[in-house]
């Protein structure tokens, strides 16, 4: 952390700051509440992208970290975190060669499997490293997206277990499709209904294999719903250490007090630089500097803002005012809580930390384009 | 370039690539049409991000190229390409001295204005450092996003005419909101139409101020309608470089032949990892790799593909397939013509280049990320 005498509103934007006060509450907050439910805690590196910020989640207490891509490990691992769980399949050989020399630098390093066929070419090209690694058996519950179907899923852990260079260690059930349903009632109800089938192949397994003693699942969305459920054991949460407005519109409509705990840590800056018009000014982030998914970035600041944003293309967003408040003046700089925080992240080289209104260093953002 | 000896299906994904033989004939056709009818060419770097295809469209005959901001601007100064065009406002005073000194490495640097405060300022800041630098004008003709209005254009001109560091060179008015519309009709009647405000400033800024030579404007969707009036000069085209679904969509609906002309050189590729379903598989490519703002990516290849992508998450596609054609196996490679190619472009580091299906070398797309 390299001290500046920057103020927040003196940076350069578009930019993205990280409030350290806010963020180092909601690191604890959610390892206390892993930890008291006896459940350990694997945070997913995908929304932040951010090795330093990993190493805080660890410090804290997280058994190891996820990411989504061969080539997020690769920089997690560079940058000295082994313990990490690649939480998609890695199938082409290219790539089954880069992860084979991955494990050679991290004996932690784990991948999830789905396919036998896939199983048996990452055993041979360990085989012929002469190594070894943890694999998680990946079990689709309802997303369709990646994992086995539970019916297929107790014998492939059969197939994986006659792998003589594959561990079997743990089963990955991530229920992506019920993270944002905005009822928490029936968001409780679905997950749990679909984790079910995670249960049963998970103590199937287990009663198989038993150093497969881990059933890893969750998201921000469910955390507090998933740990009821005995059997899960780890916890993949991503998106509360930064919090975007998705989240956010959620945890309103839920009024979970886990849920509201978690504060977006994570801002935009954008500066206004046009200012020719009586109801609207025009600021520098659009589209390249806020990803447009699903909701709308917000004016952060008093706690109802009169200040609303629109996208106004590529390179720039729209702020009119509701009610006939003022509108900002040109170079006046406002903060923005983004509308979705893992791929806005990845449109910066880095975020500037702040305590307050000081800026007191930054931090790479090393997994930024890291989408193989 | 460097020479390697790779097939473009054994690149590691999701990755860029960029069809050389198509890219050479739409910058020749472009560069042809635009001389042809006697307009320069100033290409608009935002799209494609990267110095080395800047050069390319320069060594065809471009005058000089767009920024859209002071950032991509110091990006090419640093590559060597100095006759620099920022389309935005620059307003803070850190951006103004970031600005003043990129025009101490940059005689040719130009910025447009839409403000007297900001002129003001600029002017003052130039003056401190010795140094001078050209202006547009940035009017408004119907956006609303930057520009002056064309009711205070003129005295916005006068007032520029008056800072001794600022040579007013160039009306700047881009009309945004006609570059998609699908008819060709309407299309081109909306462009004119609105044009004619800005041929009446510029005229009149002309008369009074007469170094201010160049009327700059248009875009991909209306360069050929644009092109028309005698007193635009300049035109500031960029997707026709890369092309993508929208405008190919609207390409479709206009059959238009110079716009037909312009082939999609962007390509991305995508390989399958999980296929555990009848009716879909999964791909490596999401929204972290291909931005998603309006249209769908399409499976390229064969005129119409069985194959139909879907957004799947932030790392991966749905690939599905029409009236029962079979589905892709795990590891196939899949080439996708991108829906936006401006911000998809700004989720990569470089771009692989081919010709047929030999990898022929790369370019670094070194103004990604450059949203200040």
Redesign the interface.
């Known amino acids: 952390m390299r001290p500046t005498l920057d103020k927040k509103p003196?940076l350069?934007?578009?930019?993205l700051v990280l409030d350290l006060d806010i963020l180092e509450h909601s690191i604890r907050k959610m390892q206390a509440t892993a930890t008291k439910a006896g459940k350990s805690l694997r945070p997913h590196a995908?929304t932040h992208k951010c090795s330093a910020l990993a190493r805080m989640q660890l410090e804290a207490g997280a058994t190891g970290v996820c990411a989504?891509?061969l080539s997020e490990a690769e920089a997690l691992v560079k940058a000295g975190i082994e313990d990490v769980l690649i939480t998609?399949?890695?199938?082409?050989?290219?790539?089954l060669e880069?992860l084979v020399g991955l494990v050679s630098r991290s004996a932690s390093l784990k991948v999830v499997l789905?396919?036998a066929?896939?199983a048996a070419s990452l055993d041979q090209k360990l085989g012929e490293s002469g190594l070894s690694m943890g694999v998680y058996l990946d079990v689709?519950v309802g997303l369709?997206?990646?994992?086995?179907?539970p019916s297929?899923a107790v014998a492939l852990a059969d197939k994986i277990a006659t792998c003589p260079n594959l561990r079997l260690v743990g089963v990955q059930a991530y229920a992506?499709q019920v993270q944002h349903i905005r009822s928490y009632a029936e968001r409780r109800e679905r997950s749990l209904h679909c984790l079910e089938d995670a249960v049963a192949v998970f103590r199937e397994v287990r009663s198989r294999v038993p150093a497969c003693t881990t059933l890893s699942t969750s998201g921000t969305g469910t955390f507090d719903i998933d740990l009821e459920i005995a059997e899960v054991s780890e916890l993949q949460v991503g998106s509360y250490v930064l919090m975007d407005t998705e989240y956010l519109d959620i945890g309103s409509a839920l009024h979970s007090s886990h849920f509201l705990a978690f504060e977006p840590a994570l801002r935009m800056l954008t500066?206004?630089?046009?200012?020719?018009?009586e109801n609207?000014v025009?600021v520098?982030?659009g589209?390249?500097?806020i990803?447009?998914?699903g909701g709308m970035p917000r004016v952060a600041g008093p706690a109802l803002s009169p200040l609303e944003y629109d996208w106004?293309?590529?390179?720039?967003g729209?702020i009119s005012a509701k009610d006939g408040s003022p509108l900002p003046a040109?170079?006046a700089v406002l903060e923005l809580l983004v509308s979705h925080c893992?791929?806005t992240v990845?449109?910066?080289?880095a975020y500037h930390l702040t305590r307050g209104d000081a800026v007191v260093g930054s931090w790479p953002i090393d997994l930024?384009?890291c989408?193989?």
């Open positions: 003196e350069d934007t578009p930019c995908k989504a891509k998609g399949p890695v199938v082409t050989p290219r790539k880069r789905d396919h066929g896939n689709d369709h997206r990646s994992g086995a179907k297929a992506g500066t206004v630089i046009s200012a020719n018009h609207h025009t520098d982030a589209l390249k500097s990803y447009r998914d106004f293309g590529d390179e720039y729209m040109p170079g893992d791929p990845n449109l910066f080289d930024r384009g989408s193989q």
